[in-house]
T-cell receptor, first 108, second 114 residues
Framework: RKEVEQDPGPFNVPEGATVAFNCTYS??????FFWYRQDCRKEPKLLMS???SGNEDGRFTAQLNRASQYISLLIRDSKLSDSATYLC?????????FGKGTRLSVIA | SQTIHQWPATLVQPVGSPLSLECTVE??????LYWYRQAAGRGLQLLFY??????ISSEVPQNLSASRPQDRQFILSSKKLLLSDSGFYLC?????????????FGPGTRLTVL
């Protein structure tokens, strides 16, 4: 079983749409969770940390469900510039375990 | 503020040739350092990480090696490259003691082995 699993997509959504990504993690001892964004042929960059109580940063909302071991990312009012691959990350037996990413394309 | 550098940005090497990729971090002391590889269309694979000078943990057996000769320098090497070594190599750092903290990535080296 993969440690962090994500739907690879692609998710193709129109501008202004709301889109949600989910990811599951297998290590119940994981304590730290993050969402990273990776643009084509670039390095991953931290989008936001995920806290137990859930957290919001502008149009982005992250949620953690420890009982079900999943993490979600909600993007509201999608912009063309949101097109990227979104990586779900959980701490694990190695320092951090990265999912393979979910590709988002926002279309005009 | 902290910055992380990697070079070269791109590299094309023949099979069987040696490899040396360098990563340096500025603006922090005793960082944790990581090497990842991302093959085309694949996820990030952790190759090595280091919590201090001379301390290297290997995650995947392969023909690659890593060294940390200075506090903020991390080097990835190979004596003989394979075709399967092609990929996007990323160096990252996290604060000292923060193995499960946020990692910050360098710009990466895109390696093509022919």
């Amino acid at each position: 079983r993969k440690e962090v699993e994500q739907d690879p997509g692609p998710f193709n959504v129109p501008e202004g749409a709301t889109v949600a990504f989910n990811c599951t993690y297998s290590n119940s001892a994981s304590q730290s969770f993050f969402w990273y964004r990776q643009d084509c042929r670039k390095e991953p960059k931290l989008l936001m940390s995920v806290y137990s109580s859930g957290n919001e940063d502008g149009r982005f909302t992250a949620q953690l469900n420890r009982a079900s071991q999943y993490i979600s990312l909600l993007i509201r009012d999608s912009k063309l510039s949101d097109s990227a691959t979104y990586l779900c990350v959980a701490s694990g037996n190695t320092p951090l375990v990265f999912g393979k990413g979910t590709r988002l394309s926002v279309i005009a | 503020s902290q910055t992380i550098h990697q070079w070269p940005a791109t590299l094309v090497q023949p099979v069987g040739s040696p490899l040396s990729l360098e990563c340096t971090v500025e603006g922090t002391s005793n960082p944790n350092l990581y090497w990842y590889r991302q093959a085309a269309g694949r996820g990030l694979q952790l190759l090595f990480y280091s919590v201090g000078i001379g301390q290297i943990s290997s995650e995947v057996p392969q023909n690659l090696s890593a060294s940390r000769p200075q506090d903020r320098q991390f080097i990835l090497s190979s004596k003989k490259l394979l075709l399967s070594d092609s990929g996007f190599y990323l160096c990252a750092w996290s604060p000292s003691g923060g193995e499960t903290d946020t990692q910050y990535f360098g710009p990466g080296t895109r390696l093509t082995v022919l």
